[in-house]
């Protein structure tokens, strides 16, 4: 009875940091477009703005990390810890798990590119800082695809919205810098 309970309460919590490492995800990637930008406002300057994506940035990071981590200590679906990093090789919804290994995958390589931007060129960091825009997408269709959540017209709502914050962001004007 204690390991059936256990179980339910990974796949839980498995569910429940899924749908927040998404939000959260979405956050950062929007508040990194409309840093990018420039956007500005006399209530969020630049450096605010800035230290929020940071932030949520770690958030992120942390809820993402205990999606995964759950995941793999689930025993019902078996996924081990090299089908996290190395797509595809899931013997359970390969595709789906696939593609939230290949977003995590770039994930890492922007947090990474983000602990040691001191260490790099600019141009490198930009350029690593560009998968977020790859990984985002690989993974609301990891979510939507391997998500037992999507019957839920709650989830499917917060997804939508993600997407067009998302997208929305993305079509904010660049605003040239003042110096």
Not at 22 to 27: D, Q, T, V
Not at 35 to 62: E, K, N, Q, Y
Not at 101 to 117: E, F, G, K, N, Y
């Amino acid at each position: 009875m204690i390991a059936a309970t256990s179980t339910q309460a990974l796949w839980y919590i498995t569910r429940a940091t899924g749908i927040v490492a998404l939000l959260l995800l979405s956050a950062t990637v929007v508040l990194g477009i409309v840093t990018s930008v420039r956007f500005r406002t006399p209530r969020w300057p630049g450096f605010a703005l800035a230290d929020l994506h940071r932030r949520v940035s770690v958030i992120a990071v942390v809820f993402l990390g205990l999606h995964v981590v759950t995941t793999v200590v689930d025993p019902f679906a078996h996924i081990g810890w090299i089908a996290t990093v190395i797509p595809f090789t899931s013997p359970y919804r390969p595709l789906w798990l696939g593609l939230g290994a290949a977003a995590l995958d770039l994930w890492i390589a922007v947090a990474l590119s983000s602990v040691v931007r001191s260490r790099i060129r600019q141009r490198t960091w930009r350029a690593l800082h560009w998968l977020a825009y790859g990984s985002w997408p690989l993974a609301v269709v990891h979510g939507l695809g391997t998500g037992t959540d999507t019957r839920l017209s709650w989830v499917d709502a917060l997804v939508g919205l993600c997407v067009a914050a998302v997208v929305s962001a993305s079509g904010l004007p660049r605003r040239r810098p003042p110096w």
